[in-house]
């Protein structure tokens, strides 16, 4: 068994914790070590990582040059087969660790597909240094878009990529619909809208609120509800729920917070909905909703379009009059059971065959093993 060792940026709710979790918890042909670059902080990852030994550094400005020192006495003393360092800060600071310990097999992986103005100005700055040193420090770089590997080409990343599309896994829990929903609601007959996430510039509340604004008051659809989870999406963070006001969205938005098993909601959903603007690689949330059977409106995002195929919709970024419209049609669309429940059939069928679990852990293990 190779020892792999893994390096992230943190633990937190997003993307690449997802599919770094799920290669620890199901690759049985190698031996898994982790460090995270933030403190530990299970409060925000729906993921339980207690199972794993996981080192965390801690790192800030102060620590810096003794926590990378550190950081290359450890790998030194594991000595793995190769080092995977996964996001940004991970991929400068631990490839960079990686080289001067000796490590022959380096591998970074790129989970965004592009920043734009919002972005930390560090997060660019490493983006910039990371393009140079793509030519020195990795064997391959992994990426989960297509759309991505093209824009960190541009962005000065040397051609060395390899797609690897997300897996996932099949899940066998039963949920009894009606009754989760008399849970959430006191009418089963409503439409029932979902968005998981996270409070992030990203995900651009803005189009996803105006947009069910429109719904409301210019489509004239009023039997729908719409649920929400995710850190940091509640009525203590004054932002977010402004505009939930301010589009006079109260009576429809039902707020849940963070859950751990998100397939609950997934039971229950008739439409998955995501609005983000930028940074999107690989929407975990697209690929969790259709595997239930959800589908799902999302825009024109990192591999998105890929994920939802002929199975949904997905329209232009910022643009709150499409995305509502092609709510307008799924709703329309439900009131033809046969042609509905097809969808959601095809939906469920299509992403495991196209991106089954065992063909991810394939892919990661064929690389390593180069």
């Given at each position: 068994m190779k020892k792999i060792f893994h390096i992230i940026t943190g633990i937190g709710a997003g993307g690449a914790e997802r599919v770094l979790y799920t290669i620890l918890d199901n690759d049985k042909n190698n031996i898994h070590y982790i460090v995270s670059l933030k403190k530990k902080n299970f409060i925000k990852t729906p993921y339980d990582f207690s199972n794993f030994k996981i080192v965390y550094l801690d790192l800030n400005f102060f620590n810096f040059i003794n926590k990378f020192i550190y950081l290359i006495y450890y790998i030194k003393k594991i000595n793995p087969s190769v080092v995977q360092t996964w996001m940004y800060h991970a991929d400068f600071f631990g490839g960079l660790a990686a080289k001067i310990a000796g490590i022959k097999k380096?591998?970074?992986?790129?989970?965004?597909?592009?920043?734009?103005?919002?972005?930390?100005?560090?997060?660019?700055?490493?983006?910039?240094?990371?393009?140079?040193?793509?030519?020195?420090?990795?064997?391959?770089?992994?990426?989960?878009?297509?759309?991505?590997?093209?824009?960190?080409?541009?962005?000065?990343?040397?051609?060395n990529f390899i797609f690897i599309g997300n897996g996932i896994k099949k899940n066998n829990s039963y949920y009894h619909s009606n009754n989760l929903k008399l849970n959430f609601f006191n009418n089963k007959n409503l439409f029932i809208i979902t968005y998981v996430g996270r409070w992030h510039p990203q995900k651009d509340f803005v189009t996803l609120f105006k947009s069910l604004k429109i719904l409301k008051y210019k489509y004239k659809v009023y039997k729908w509800k719409i649920l929400i989870a995710g850190s940091n999406l509640d009525q203590i963070n004054d932002d977010f729920y402004k505009l939930i006001k301010i589009n006079r969205l109260q009576n429809e938005v039902k707020l849940i917070g963070q859950l751990k098993d998100i397939n609950k909601i997934y039971a229950i959903s008739d439409l998955?909905?995501?609005?983000?603007?930028?940074?999107?690689?690989?929407?975990?949330?697209?690929?969790?909703?259709?595997?239930?059977?959800?589908?799902?409106?999302?825009?024109?995002?990192?591999e998105s379009k890929s994920i939802i195929s002929n199975y949904g919709w997905c329209v232009e970024i910022k643009n709150p009059e499409k995305f509502a419209k092609c709510i307008y049609k799924a709703i329309n669309l439900k009131k033809n059971l046969k042609t509905w429940n097809n969808l959601k059939f095809n939906c469920k069928m299509s992403t495991y065959q196209r991106f089954g679990l065992d063909k991810m852990i394939l892919s990661y293990n064929e690389l390593w093993n180069k």
């Open positions: 380096i591998f970074w992986n790129i989970r965004n597909s592009n920043l734009d103005k919002k972005s930390k100005f560090s997060t660019k700055l490493v983006l910039k240094i990371n393009a140079l040193l793509s030519r020195f420090i990795p064997n391959k770089i992994v990426s989960c878009s297509k759309n991505a590997i093209k824009i960190h080409i541009d962005e000065g990343y040397k051609e998955n909905v995501l609005s983000s603007s930028h940074g999107e690689a690989f929407p975990n949330v697209i690929l969790e909703a259709m595997s239930q059977g959800v589908p799902c409106v999302s825009t024109d995002v990192g």
